[in-house]
């Protein structure tokens, strides 16, 4: 007898999410997220001939978050058993991030199995996408506050499902100005949800669609896509900026009395107009933080 493969799969359209969530396929033995302790050291200290190395309120210090875009996605990670692949993207350095985002450019990206269980073993959340790259979708999902608790809702419900804990929101499309104020409350209902039924959940908006409605980068938080800010509990600003950028973000986040570590700086491992140009001048962002 044959052994079923499973694999691990995104939804690709709404209909396919609405279709099935009400009939998940159950994976084995998916790890919860183990705990972490409430303080971490100065990196910078390890090298330095210490007893004791000094302790920092973990809530006080900036966050990483990592976003994994391997061509595409759902290689040979699908697979719920594994794979004889000895050449798939592999991730050893867990202890320095904080947060883990499967990204792929299906609409619902579910992280596989494998990854939830690498990510949740270590400690690090582990969230999954949301994408749209084309108008239409969103028509369908903003028609009403009831189609927006429905969608979300079904979020929620394949997040509970998996384990993982939370969704990046990554709309790369234009908006109709009069649904702005639906997405809005799509992404406050969605956070403020989430928070209830799965503990220490994250979501985070991307900059990309602004609060008119147009696909325009802004590259900081502005006026522009604080009201995503303000109902999420982070905004990934997308890598274009600049140290008066930075500044600006610093300002605004702190005026409306929020963390400044829920804004996380974007930088692209290609370079694509991010400070330093990527690859291995990747630590020139890390010296412009300290500058």
């Known amino acids: 007898m044959e ?8 939804f690709k359209n709404l209909q396919e999410l609405y279709d099935n969530v009400d009939n998940l396929k159950p994976w084995p033995d998916i790890k919860k997220l183990r705990e972490s302790t409430d303080y971490v050291y100065n990196g910078s200290e390890i090298n330095i001939q210490k007893l004791y190395l000094e302790k920092f309120d973990r809530q006080e210090q900036p966050r990483t978050l990592l976003c994994h875009d391997m061509k595409g996605g759902y290689l040979q990670d699908r697979f719920i058993d594994g794979s004889k692949s000895y050449e798939s993207y592999l991730f050893y350095h867990w202890s320095v991030i904080d947060t883990f985002v499967y990204f792929s450019h299906y609409f619902i990206t579910i992280p596989p199995y494998g990854w939830i269980n690498a990510a949740h073993n270590h400690g690090v ?28 809702d079904a979020l929620i419900v394949v997040a509970k499902f998996y384990k993982f804990d939370g969704w990046l929101l990554n709309i790369e499309n234009v908006i109709k100005n ?14 403020d949800n989430i928070h209830e039924a799965i503990k220490d959940s994250e979501i985070i908006w991307y900059d990309s669609v602004t609060n008119e409605g147009t696909l325009n980068w802004q590259n900081e938080l502005n006026n522009k896509n604080i009201d995503f800010f303000l109902n999420c509990d982070g905004i990934y600003l997308n890598y274009n900026w600049n140290k008066s950028k930075l500044e600006n973000s610093y300002a605004l986040a702190k005026n409306h009395n929020r963390n400044v570590h829920d804004i996380y700086v974007g930088l692209d491992v290609w370079g694509r107009g991010c400070p330093g140009g990527g690859g291995f001048n990747s630590t020139y962002v890390i010296i412009m933080f300290h500058i």
């Open 178 to 191: 009069e649904q702005i104020n639906n997405l809005i409350y799509f992404v406050k209902y969605l956070t």
């Open 125 to 152: 959340k582990i969230l999954g996408t949301v994408i749209t790259e084309r108008e239409g979708i969103w028509d369908l999902i903003l028609i009403s506050q009831e189609d927006v608790r429905k969608f979300a």
């Open 3 to 10: 052994t079923e493969i499973i694999e691990s799969q995104p």
